[in-house]
């Protein structure tokens, strides 16, 4: 753990970390999160019966543009050149509702860890409007970061998450 918060100076005030002397490595980072909602709504989605379209796709679509432009959502964010934005979104009965999960990578100076973090948001988020007319009763639940590597702290993983479920360096199914 740091003993002073990066994102702050030496007099507390808020400033963008410095990452110029940070060599580029190889960086890649998953996140998940969910949407609980009532076992009508997802059959109406998995039925394709939703009168704003084909919500899959366009969480799928929400999630990769805010993956791209996270540094307009979250002060102090580093502008990003991605390599790789993948999207999955997974009915899921028992929920019941849609397990989201975010892999994104790109080759620089810092993490993309926010923006995965911001592209499974901004997806279920995406979920919920495109829902909300006939199920208001939805919820987000538990955006968190699953894995990430590179860099200086190397790999890390969450010990209680399983595998994910996008494999590596699969630019298909919505990569951006």
């Known amino acids: 753990m740091p003993e002073r918060l990066t994102h702050l100076d030496s007099e507390g005030r808020a400033r963008m970390v410095?990452?110029?002397e940070k060599s580029v490595t190889h960086r890649v980072c998953v996140a998940r999160g969910q949407v609980r909602m009532a076992g009508e709504t997802l059959a109406r989605i998995a039925e394709g019966r939703i009168p704003k379209g084909d919500v899959l796709a366009t969480a799928r679509i929400a999630g990769i543009q805010a993956a791209k432009r996270t540094d307009e959502w979250i002060p102090l964010?580093?502008?990003?050149?991605l390599d790789s934005v993948v999207l999955e979104l997974e009915p899921d009965p028992t929920g019941p509702g849609i397990r989201i999960e975010a892999r994104v990578e790109a080759h620089a100076r810092t993490g993309v860890e926010m923006e995965a973090l911001v592209a499974v948001s901004?997806?279920?988020l995406t979920l919920y409007d495109m829902c909300k007319a006939i199920d208001r009763g939805m919820s987000v639940e538990g955006v968190r970061l699953v894995s990430k590597s590179g860099g200086k702290s190397g790999e890390w993983r969450r010990a209680d998450e399983p595998e994910?479920?996008?494999?590596?360096?699969?630019?298909?199914?919505?990569?951006?």
């Open 77 to 81: 964010c580093h502008s990003l050149p």
């Open 18 to 20: 410095d990452v110029g």
């Open 122 to 124: 901004a997806a279920a």
């Open 164 to 176: 994910s479920a996008v494999p590596a360096g699969s630019g298909q199914r919505g990569s951006a």
